[in-house]
């Protein structure tokens, strides 16, 4: 491709013909006149071959090419395998997708790629029909791999669903899996548990953004994070969307999806001292100020990365395990920012204590809100 800003397609500075490709740069913010973008040239003045990158990119358009011909998709991690010794690394095939993608504007499954899925789902208010005819049916201790949104047909919801939680955590999610919280006799009506494993896969976020877009407003959408920056950071890409998919936002950003907890400004109540939470790190440090920076960050988001900067400690998830009794903790806990209402459980763990107060009001809100 000749340099826009010079007619010959030479570049001055070498007095040399050169190739330039340019590609969406995916890692910059977009502005309402320019869209960024980065550039393979060659050559280059670099001793390292300019010819490699471009036969990556063209090796990898070949290989999507072959899936839609085909009528196969494929995963990155297929393609990287094809061609292991060019691409050298899985992010390298994991980079060129994403930026093809975003450079036409479109999304991978329109080039019939797929990554592998890793969210998990349970709860039984939900029936899951795929164009294969098979049928997924949930239950409320044994997980299921969720599918990908291309396979999915329609979605069959229980007139008994109340609620929705997404957990960062699989070993927390996994624990509620066990204690049954979407069938929990506490709370009213039936609810769905879901994990992305840590920042989400495509596959979860089509499934929350589904439920956002589709489930009655009664049906609150909350989201269990470690109260810490990088917690809030993969609740951020639930709510909002990613920087690295930002051309996907509007088919992946689930609106409706609330910070259910944990917050550092509830230890207290909780009776956790604060000797019992994790010093935070330079890295949690850096990622919390790169989120007071980012426009459209919410009010009480920014308190919380306040709190955690003040006080130098960060709150996870497990940290419910250190709550001083097993009988009296819930009564004091503040279910909202402005203060607790209903009547919570005051059996079992600390953690399944915390969550059915917290979803009891949040969906008692829900409903007073509709009304």
Known sequence: MPDPHNGTGVDKRSSKCKVLLRLANRRKEPSESVSPTRTLAMPQRTGCS????????????????????????????????????????????????????????????????????????????????????????????????????????????????????????????????????????????????????????????????????????????????????????????????????????????????????IWASELAALGIPKDVLIPITKHDEKKARLLLKREGTPTSWRRELQCMLFTRRKAEIEVLGSVRSTTDCAADLPSSRDAYSGEPSNSGPPLLRYLVAKISTACAEARANRL
């Open 50 to 261: 300019s010819a490699r990158p471009f036969a990556q990119l063209f090796r990898t358009v070949d290989l999507m090419h072959e899936a839609l011909v085909d009528e196969v998709p494929t995963t990155k991690r297929d393609m990287y395998y094809k061609d292991v010794e060019l691409y050298g690394s899985q992010s390298t095939v994991d980079r060129l997708v994403d930026d093809l993608a975003a450079t036409c504007q479109l999304s991978r499954a329109d080039f019939s790629v797929r990554a592998a899925s890793k969210g998990l789902v349970c709860g039984s208010g939900v029936i899951i029909r795929l164009r294969s005819g098979e049928t997924v049916e949930l239950g409320d201790s044994e997980p299921a791999l969720i599918p990908h949104a291309e396979d999915v047909q329609s979605f069959e919801v229980d007139s008994r669903l109340a609620w929705v939680l997404v957990v960062e955590k699989e070993a927390v999610f996994q624990t509620l899996c066990r204690l049954r919280l979407g069938t929990h006799e506490s709370l009213l009506g039936q609810g769905l548990v879901i994990t992305g494993k840590g920042y989400p896969d495509v596959a979860t976020r089509q499934l929350v953004k589904t439920l956002s877009a589709n489930l009655p407003s009664h049906i609150p959408i909350l989201g269990l994070v470690d109260g810490d920056a990088y917690g809030i950071d993969i609740l951020s890409v639930y709510k909002y969307g990613s920087l690295s998919m930002q051309h996907e936002n509007e088919q992946l950003a689930a609106a409706r999806i609330q910070w259910l907890g």
